[in-house]
């Protein structure tokens, strides 16, 4: 469904996004008294993002400390994810772990626990958003990264808007029903990202929880960005810091 949405460039912006959060602590293995970051990746039972995150802390960072919870509510997706993991290094290392849990009740992660939470093309499908955010913001230490890679509801230029919302609504849930056998499916995609909120509205959500938002002025009166747009607004990061 990835692939269709975006035009199969969606692998490109989770690479984008993973070195936009620079996961792991510089150097981490050579020092004892570094214990790496806590990761929670949230709808992440694919182990996409939290290979990427390891990936990254590993080879880029040289930290083999960083460890990733992988959450998701889909006890199918965890499956997938456990297979991914068990054909890399980091499964065997326990240096990732599993969680079957909706991302608005993390009864069993402790409050300001984590140093960054992430979750991928997800948060649209969560029944309560506002109680999922509220959920972050407990979870993450202060100073720790919420951080949400989105489709987004309307590209940045109009006309091209227009032609993506053809696509969206006439092209995709038809490719679905052809390829998949599985229109309603592939018209509840779509529907979920119209539904989604504006990259502003979104930031304001995400600063209502209680995140500092890029951008935002000294009295948080007015946010002047606080998302960064993939391909012309198909899809955007938001990211909101915890407050120290």
């Known amino acids: 469904m990835n692939d269709m949405m975006s035009l199969g460039i969606h692998r ?9 959060l620079n996961p792991g602590i510089r150097y981490a293995s050579l020092h004892d008294e570094h214990k790496g970051q806590r990761i929670l990746d949230i709808a992440g039972g694919s182990g996409d993002i939290a290979i ?42 326990g240096r990732v772990d599993y969680l079957e849990a909706n991302a608005e009740e993390l009864n069993s992660i402790g409050s300001n626990s984590i140093d960054l939470y992430t979750v991928a093309f997800g948060i649209r499908n969560f029944t309560h958003k506002e109680k999922a955010l509220k959920e972050a913001f407990r979870v993450l230490k202060p100073g720790g990264v919420f951080a949400c890679l989105e489709f987004a509801p309307h ?11 053809r696509w969206s609504f006439s092209a995709i849930p038809l490719i679905g029903q052809i390829v998949a056998a599985d229109r309603d499916s592939y018209q509840y995609l779509v529907e979920s990202i119209e ?28 946010i002047e960005s606080g998302w960064e747009n993939l391909s012309m607004g198909i899809a955007a990061i938001h990211k909101g810091v915890k407050p120290l």
């Not at 989604?196 to 007015?222: N, T, V, W, Y």
């Open 195 to 222: 539904r989604f909120p504006s990259q502003p509205e979104f930031a304001r959500m995400i600063q209502d929880a209680g995140f500092l938002i890029p951008g935002q002025k000294p009295d948080g009166s007015c």
């Open 12 to 20: 490109v912006w989770k690479d984008h996004f993973v070195r936009s």
């Open 155 to 165: 590209l940045s230029n109009p006309l091209l808007n227009g032609l993506y919302k």
């Open 52 to 93: 990427r995150m390891l990936d990254h802390a590993t080879n880029i960072n040289k930290d083999n400390k960083t460890h990733v919870t992988i959450s998701d509510i889909n006890p199918d997706m965890l499956g997938e994810g456990r297979k991914r993991l068990s054909q890399t290094p980091y499964q065997a290392e």
